[in-house]
T-cell receptor, first 114, second 115 residues
Framework: SQTIHQWPATLVQPVGSPLSLECTVE??????LYWYRQAAGRGLQLLFY??????ISSEVPQNLSASRPQDRQFILSSKKLLLSDSGFYLC?????????????FGQGTRLTVV | AQSVTQPDIHITVSEGASLELRCNYS??????LFWYVQSPGQGLQLLLK??????LVQGIKGFEAEFKRSQSSFNLRKPSVHWSDAAEYFC?????????????FGTGTQLKVEL
């Protein structure tokens, strides 16, 4: 069966520090991968999605970037964190055919920038 | 662009009572619709999905949802709520983009269950 791992679960970082959140998927190949951010009262916002290695699409302009160095690995990064980057970050995957398929979510990372 | 509206931010029901969570969507083509549930500090779990066919779909944990194209709605229902159903519920619409199914979520409905 497929599983998705996301770490760390919680993170407290000072303003201006770098960030690296990692997500890996097991049990499937060539998945579509997604990073979402959840802010209180604002639902989930899609930040990045990837349909293959090295292929990253950004949905919103922001202080963050994403990379996909391997087929089942998706990394969310920042060179210098801002207070506004605080939130709950969720990684997700879906099968590559793209339609009639749901997204499967990791357990999330609670990021607090202080 | 697609969008999802969940008009109820908070809902409180008594255990054993029926539940309906509202969801309205905007999408130019046939929508792919989902309901997810999130427990505090956790990821999202899929409750049910609608892609085509029967407009009344059954999901896990006794939930069901009905797709009504004329009303652009996909409301979630449960005949008898259990205390363990207290969580946040998200409606989402999927759109194909570059080979991926991009989900647009509503802002969520927080469900509280009174014993």
């Amino acid at each position: 069966s497929q599983t998705i791992h996301q770490w760390p679960a919680t993170l407290v970082q000072p303003v201006g520090s770098p960030l690296s959140l990692e997500c890996t998927v097991e049990g499937t190949s060539n998945p579509n991968l997604y990073w979402y951010r959840q802010a209180a009262g604002r639902g989930l916002q899609l930040l990045f999605y990837s349909v293959g290695i090295g292929q990253i699409s950004s949905e919103v302009p922001q202080n963050l970037s994403a990379s996909r160095p391997q087929d089942r690995q998706f990394i969310l990064s920042s060179k210098k964190l801002l207070l506004s980057d605080s939130g709950f970050y969720l990684c997700a995957w879906s099968v590559h055919r793209g339609f009639d398929t749901e997204a499967f979510f990791g357990q999330g990372t609670r990021l607090t920038v202080v | 662009a697609q969008s999802v509206t969940q008009p109820d931010i908070h809902i409180t029901v008594s255990e054993g009572a029926s539940l309906e969570l509202r969801c309205n969507y905007s999408y130019g083509a046939t929508p792919y619709l989902f309901w997810y549930v999130q427990s505090p500090g956790q990821g999202l779990q899929l409750l049910l999905k609608y892609f085509s066919g029967d407009t009344l779909v059954q999901g896990i944990k006794g939930f069901e949802a009905e797709f009504k194209r004329s009303q652009s709605s996909f409301n979630l229902r449960k005949p008898s709520v259990h205390w363990s159903d207290a969580a946040e519920y998200f409606c989402a619409v999927g759109a194909l983009t570059g080979g991926g199914n991009k989900l647009t979520f509503g802002t969520g409905t927080q469900l509280k269950v009174e014993l």
